[in-house]
């Protein structure tokens, strides 16, 4: 190795081992708290909501959204927000608004950021009619404490949480992250994520539930639905005590079907690269095809239609 080249080896070294040092020491300073290396500054503002409202309707850009039963009869409004960026808070023909105002600059978009925006709205618990939350990179989260007429949440990237009920739809869609919907009725049910995993349990709709996914992950439990349609790329599903009066209907690409005793008046599955499997409360007549595999299921010549095929992958069906 050339002497020159040695002599930047140990420079290159050293300044690393100096920058090590001078982090360690400022880190130690700051007891290695890296919140507080954020460039961000936020602040926390609070509106009361005076005017009566039976709507809501949020639209933000980076912020969390919690919806909390207040301990009384008052609405308000809590914003942990940037000091650029802040939300405005108005009640406009009946629906109460909540809206981010940027007004930052360009280069206000740079920085280092170890914290991020919340929402909490406090309001009394009860009906209310259309909730609508949309939102670019940020968690939702609605619990049990409410009914609206209808639900409708967009997200780019961020988890979606609900509990509350509707009288007629709730549709959830989000780009990248998880959704959960658990222990609610309503009239339909409308799921779809691109990326990320959909939990779905203790549901009842008079009509349709239609959950789409490309990659992730779906488990269905203690579903009672009209018809229930799963659509997706990638990714198994668990269909666990999901009863559907009319049809239950699974489209993979690739991804394993399971069924725990399930069941609905016509079943029909299609996956290219996957198992099917598992139990049905009612006999069948069954219609049953795999390219690479084998096929097991039972020889019942009454009931509804059966339907499922896969290309590479077993079917192994039975009847509780």
Request: aromatic share 6%; hydrophobic share 35%; with cysteine.
């Amino acid at each position: 190795m050339r002497t020159t080249t040695k002599v930047w080896l140990i420079i290159a070294a050293s300044l690393v081992l100096i920058g090590c040092i001078i982090f360690g020491g400022v880190m130690s300073m700051l007891k290695w708290d890296f919140t507080k290396l954020s460039t961000v500054k936020y602040e926390t503002n609070d509106y009361e909501i005076n005017q009566a409202y039976k709507n809501i309707s949020i639209v933000t850009d980076t912020a969390d959204v919690v919806l909390v039963p207040s301990q009384n009869s008052k609405s308000s409004v809590v914003c942990c927000e940037q000091k650029n960026m802040r939300h405005s808070v108005t009640v406009k023909d009946g629906t109460l608004k909540i809206e981010v105002v940027d007004t930052r600059k360009w280069y206000e978009h740079i920085g280092i950021n170890f914290g991020g925006p919340k929402i909490t709205v406090s309001i009394p618990q009860g009906e209310y009619a259309a909730l609508s939350v949309k939102s670019s990179t940020g968690d939702v989260e609605i619990p049990k404490d409410f009914k609206f007429k209808s639900i409708d949440i967009l997200e780019s990237t961020g988890d979606v949480t609900s509990y509350a009920c509707a009288s007629e739809d709730i549709k959830i869609k989000t780009s990248t992250g998880d959704i959960c919907v658990e222990n609610v009725s309503a009239n339909t049910l409308d799921l779809s994520v691109s990326t990320g995993r959909i939990t779905v349990s203790n549901v009842a709709c008079e009509g349709d539930v239609k959950i789409d996914v490309s990659t992730g992950k779906t488990n269905m439990t203690n579903i009672a639905c009209k018809n229930a349609t799963s659509n997706g790329n990638t990714g198994d599903i668990l269909l666990n005590n999901v009863i559907a009066a009319e049809k239950i209907s699974v489209k993979r690409s690739t991804g394993d079907v399971k069924f725990d005793d399930s069941d609905a008046a016509e079943i029909f599955v299609k996956t290219n690269t996957g198992h099917i499997t598992g139990t049905l409360l009612s006999e069948k007549v069954f219609i049953a095809q795999t390219d690479t595999g084998r096929v097991d299921v039972p020889k019942t010549t009454n009931g509804g239609k059966c339907e499922v095929s896969t290309d590479t992958g077993n079917v192994k069906l039975k009847i509780r």
